[in-house]
């Protein structure tokens, strides 16, 4: 079983920056993939960004590409989201997300556990 525990979330002013935390807990396979996603009031859940456990590999959403970057940290078994230059479209619960295949991608129901959210609410 893997349990994670989001961090990191709060009220910031546009082009502003916040630093998401993703701790997990249990056995986490080389295979896994680690996300982040949103959900913003009214809409439904969107891709934000992936990491592998194993390798380099990374993938951003359009919206957030160049303004977001995920990490690592394979030793203290946590995954960061750096958001810079925040947008009020940006507001929203971010969750973190973990995939125990290899081929996992942005979509939602590919990813087996889920963390409870961290609320990200960026002011005009």
């Known amino acids: 079983q893997v349990q994670l525990v989001e961090s990191g979330g709060g009220l910031v002013q546009a082009g502003g920056s916040l630093k998401l935390s993703c701790a997990a807990s249990?056995?986490?396979?080389?295979?896994?993939?680690m996300g982040w996603f949103r959900q913003a009031p009214g809409k439904e859940r969107e891709f934000v960004a992936y990491?592998?456990?194993?390798?380099?590999?990374?993938y951003y959403a359009n919206s957030v590409k160049g303004r977001f970057a995920i990490s690592r940290d394979n030793a203290k078994n946590t995954v960061l989201l750096q958001m810079n230059s925040l947008k009020p479209e940006d507001t929203a619960v971010y969750y973190c997300?973990?995939?125990?295949?290899?081929?996992?991608?942005?979509?939602?129901?590919?990813?087996?556990?889920w963390g409870q959210g961290t609320q990200v609410t960026v002011s005009s």
């Open positions: 997300a973990m995939g125990i295949y290899f081929n996992t991608g942005g979509h939602p129901t590919g990813y087996n556990y």
């Open positions: 249990g056995t986490i396979l080389s295979t896994s993939t």
């Open positions: 990491i592998k456990w194993s390798g380099d590999m990374t």
